[in-house]
């Protein structure tokens, strides 16, 4: 099992955007519900966003809803994830992992195939 790949990550002022991608295998994505994480320096991994394996319904953490969108292109195996208005309190290591269990969860215990992760740096 190959383990996903995020790209996208960068240097931004606040108030800007980035869009993230992260790619993965057919076998870590087909039917799998999938979300993005992100851990800060010194800090526990932050469930972000989540998306079901349909893409019909999504979960965001309250700290970035109506600001980041997550969208998934099935027949790419591919998530991603819109990020609108980042303020330096986004800053941080963003990673993607498979929901196995718990629909609807967004605690880090319930997903596996994690991405090495990709830096996002908001600078104010």
């Known amino acids: 099992q190959v383990q996903p790949v995020e790209s996208g990550g960068g240097l931004v002022q606040a108030g800007g955007s980035l869009r993230l991608s992260c790619a993965a295998s057919?076998?870590?994505?087909?039917?799998?519900?999938m979300g993005w994480f992100r851990q800060a320096p010194g800090k526990e991994r932050e469930f972000v966003a989540a998306?079901?394996?349909?893409?019909?319904?999504?979960l965001y953490a309250s700290s970035v809803k109506d600001r980041f969108t997550i969208s998934r292109d099935n027949a790419k195996s591919t998530i991603n994830l819109q990020m609108n208005s980042l303020k330096p309190e986004d800053t941080g290591v963003y990673s993607c992992?498979?929901?196995?269990?718990?629909?609807?969860?967004?605690?880090?215990?319930?997903?596996?195939?994690w991405g090495l992760g990709t830096q996002v740096t908001v600078s104010s």
């Open positions: 992992a498979r929901r196995y269990r718990n629909y609807g969860s967004g605690h880090p215990a319930d997903f596996d195939s």
């Open positions: 057919r076998r870590t994505f087909s039917s799998y519900d």
């Open positions: 998306i079901d394996w349909s893409g019909s319904t999504t």
